[in-house]
């Protein structure tokens, strides 16, 4: 059962045989954000989120999902941005982790529009997700900040995916990943430029922190490129912790395994830092410290 | 009579002080200390000078536990308690710091993160926050640093300065009992160096830091004039060939190390 609280008295959030639905009508602007809580508590959960935010808007919307125990969880989101709307769409998935995911997000972004997706995975034995935007219109923008964090035994899969089919949009993907134990994962990293898509402009950062020997992450990056007069960039890392820094930090009295803690908080900051609200930063942090204080080694 | 060598009163052991002794190591292979004695004493400052390559660098890495460096002989003792065998953080909890040549830059961690953490790790029952918080900006301020320093991430952008800086503003701090400051004037501009000076001095004149032995590594005298040296010592090729007053550093201002060179080369081993 999902809780709603939606803030602004002109939103309505409701919920059908569908799913969830939340219309932000034309012009309604908030800083509050509406929180959809899931939780998988007794059984599989089913969780569909559709968001229409009309024209000329801001909103920003906080999904929780949780569970425990071996429970499924299939989630979606579909995101309309009308022209000059400002959706945020921010996902909190903190699951046990006997708990298989399978999530697929995605956004139609029109002209002006912008679509705002933060995306933090923790916990999931098996944890399969996308997102993937889709511009219709000149001036069309998607940001996707993005962690995942396998430990353990956990495996993760995060497909991100940006479509410019139209001129004159932008884009800028920014993804962290840190495995540590066991943990495995794999990011596809996707910039589709169309044929007639000149003037656009898109990024993709991807770094990647391995902890341990047997931890590992296959980052595969593709940027198809087939116009003109566009500006694509791509940067990304692979490693393990710089010894260097382990020992800065011991040479300050701080043990060999809060120093790790502490890089590995410092390396998710470039992507906790684009998540919308000091509180919900905040959160996160703490979510991340505790993961990494249970996964050593 | 029996000579215990330099580091030990005869009747007795004199346990404080930071002291090395027939320390040999080396990195990648090759020997670069060839047999170190040194003590400094608390409260006192002692200049360690000498040409590039010497070795001086090697014995702040050596002494503080870096991996790619390996002591094959020797010992260092800090107020009696052995360090060689500890590791990295025990050696900086027994009361050892090290001020970085280039400090390494921590993307992420907050200059402020960093050093509650670090001050809590040496000493652990502390001043409750708003006392840490004052000590900080009042540290902050004898620094001329702003306090904005403080949510910019560990090094992370930071010029030569700003680095050294933050290296001083760990020291005072921390507050060891014993600073090995590993070419802390170099790269650094008039003000610069007047700032890490005036810091230090600052530090020694506190209850806290008036015990603090001081081995600074340089090799200009520069930073000598902000906090002057009771003992100089000069190294080379790995050994330390001359120690001297005050006036020792000032000889190698006006004449250089190759004057020293040659006056040795007469077969010191």
Known sequence: MASLSAIAPAISVTRDARGTHVEIPAGVNTDDPIVIDYDAADAALIAHTFVSAGEGTRATIVERLTGNAEREIAASTTVTAAANADLTYTVLQNVGSGVRVEAKRVSHVGPGARVGWNVALLGGSSVTDSVISDHSGAGANTEIAALFFPVAREVVQLTTEVQHNVPHTNSQTVVRSIAAGRGRGRYFGNIRIAAHAHGSEASLRDDTLLIGKDAKIDAVPALEIAANDVKAFHGATVGAIDEEHIFYLMSRGIERDAAEKLIALGFFEPAVARFPGETLRAELRTLLEEKLAGARR | ?269
Do not use: C, W
């Not at chain 2, 006392?131 to 001329?144: N, P, S, T």
């Open chain 2, 1 to 269: 009579m029996t000579f215990f060598g330099p580091n030990r009163t005869i009747g007795g052991v004199s346990k404080r002080g930071l002291v090395i002794s027939g320390l040999r190591a080396s990195v990648d292979s090759k020997e670069i200390l060839k047999g170190i004695d040194l003590t400094v004493e608390p409260g006192k400052v002692h200049a360690l000078m000498g040409p590039n390559g010497s070795g001086k660098s090697t014995l702040a890495f050596a002494m503080s536990g870096h991996p790619n460096y390996e002591v094959q002989s020797g010992s260092v003792t800090l107020d009696g308690t052995s360090l060689l065998e500890l590791s990295p953080d025990k050696r900086a909890r027994a009361g050892l710091f090290l001020s970085f040549q280039y400090p390494a830059a921590i993307p992420g961690v907050s200059v402020a993160n960093f050093i509650r953490t670090a001050r809590m790790a040496v000493k652990p029952d502390d001043l409750p926050p708003a006392k840490f918080r004052a000590m900080i900006y009042e540290k902050l301020g004898v620094l001329d640093m702003d306090p904005a320093f403080l949510s910019r991430y560990v090094n992370d952008g930071f010029s030569g300065g700003e680095k050294k800086r933050l290296e001083m503003l760990q020291l005072a701090i921390l507050a060891p009992k014993y600073a090995v400051l590993d070419e802390t004037d170099s790269g650094l501009d008039v003000d610069a160096l007047q700032s890490v000076g005036k810091s230090i001095e600052a530090m020694r004149a506190t209850d806290d830091g008036k015990d603090t032995g001081f081995l600074i590594i340089t090799h200009y005298p520069r930073i000598l004039r902000h906090v002057p040296a009771d003992v100089v010592h000069i190294m080379m090729d790995g050994r330390i060939v001359k120690t001297g007053g005050p006036d020792l550093a000032e000889r190698v201002e006006r004449e250089g190390y190759d004057s020293i060179r040659e006056e040795v080369a007469g077969g010191v081993a």
